[in-house]
Nanobody, 114 residues
């Protein structure tokens, strides 16, 4: 089993920045990819950004150039730096880790006011 603990959500004005963190514990040796998803009310959960254990990243088109994912592969910790936030970025953000199975954090609320 893998446990994921997220932190860093909150309320910010449009144009501001937030940094999310996610720390994995448990059977972390099995993980080969970590990432962030988000879900706004009435919508499906969507990928925001991901990073492999080899450092390869991918981003949703809507966040490219504004959000940046990074990680500490040894500690299995992943970060999401979110800049130039927009009201449409408002959602619950979930940390995800994959290694044969998919594991999810409890989610952290990000609210961007206009």
């Amino acid at each position: 089993q893998v446990q994921l603990v997220e932190s860093g959500g909150g309320l910010v004005q449009a144009g501001g920045s937030l940094r999310l963190s996610c720390a994995a514990s448990g059977m972390i040796f099995s993980l080969n990819r970590m990432g962030w998803y988000r879900q706004a009310p009435g919508t499906q959960r969507e990928l925001v950004a991901g990073i492999t254990s080899g450092g390869i990243t991918n981003y949703a088109e809507s966040v490219k150039g504004r959000f940046f994912i990074s990680g500490d592969n040894g500690k299995k910790t992943v970060y999401l730096q979110m800049n130039s936030l927009k009201p449409e970025d408002t959602a619950v953000y979930y940390c995800n880790a994959e290694g044969g199975y998919a594991f999810w954090g409890q989610g952290t609320q990000v609210t961007v006011s206009s």
